[in-house]
């Protein structure tokens, strides 16, 4: 479901190859969010964020000094989400803020610029996109959308979108988490595993190609994701892929091992991991006949949900939590992943410390069918 709350467009121009702003237009009145063409341009947007040949570059709001007062601002906002003024007042800050950036770098560009908060898929975005007015956009002289018959990258030049969700649960409940937290390391160290720093992402065009300095610098952004979240994120984002796949599932425990040995791989020669690596990895061992079940795995790792960068450093904890335990005997073989063990009794794999045994929580129904099964047979 696709809920438009507010929107607004502004524009500015601007050549490239120089640092002069031509004229700068800040509206001040909203949008009719009832407007289909205007639904249908913000959604056409969003759904752009993450397609084929438009990967994603995830972030956060940066910290050092030089951030602007925009996400101060957005800070403040998300306070005020059904305030219409509120809204107006920080996408004329937007504004304010990219005109600024792009005089600084000569090869930015103008265009229409367009503000929205809306619902998606149960989680609200505000979303910032710079758009030429060409082919399938049209707008009125009142920057009113006409009919929309196509969205594409040609037309969107940049696009930065903050999942408000989960900004507000970061900077919020897991911040006063943190400040009630004194020197308990353990806690902490549980803590960071919680906290997700890509609330936001931009539009990046092919492999070496980045979202233009001058929108990020504009919204006080710095790009990356953690390196453990990405290391584990990318694997497990593989196996959710293949079993997802009914005629991959048979594969998901190689494509795994593949990923997890190309991880090893580039943190033995100190190089950053990539998408398009992890993802040729995991595909290697799936046969010809079933390509057309793996067309989508790099859009599926790059998503919403997954986020794995485009690049990112692999780490090594993270890595080793993903890595299996192996061990057999005379009538038996276990593995399992490290990350699973624990001295606890709720860990899926409990180590029983005193007694010297291992106890598998968590079982699933079908091992439980089997078990029971054979058991009630010994017992006729």
Known sequence: MFVLKHAIIHSFTKEAHTDVIGKVVKKDIVLDTENRALIALAQGINGLIGTTGNSVVYGQFSNDERQGPFPAAFDAYTDNLSDTTAFLSLSHLVMDQLVEQAAKRVLSTGGHILCALYESQGSQFFLVASMKQRGGIQLDENYVPKEIQEIDLNKVQQAARINVNDFAYITHQLAQEEAEIEDDAEAKEALEERIDTTYLCFVSRGR??????????????????????????????????????????????KAKEAVIKYLEKQLEDKKPA???????????????????????????????????????????????EKTRIKSEAASWSIQFERGALGKEEVADVFYDEGAKRLVLNNLPDSLISLVEEEIASRDK
């Open 208 to 253: 070496d190609s980045q979202a233009s300095d001058y929108f990020i610098y504009a919204l006080g952004c710095v790009k990356g994701v953690a390196s453990g979240r990405a290391t584990k994120g990318a694997i497990d984002a593989v196996v959710a892929f293949f079993q997802s796949k009914p005629a991959l599932k048979g594969f998901s425990y």
């Open 274 to 320: 990539r998408l398009d690596g992890v993802c040729l990895a995991a595909i290697k061992n799936v046969p010809e006949d079933l390509a057309e079940h793996i067309e989508e795995i790099k859009d599926f790792l790059n998503d919403e949900k997954y986020k794995v960068p485009v690049e990112f450093s692999v780490n090594a904890k993270g890595l080793k």
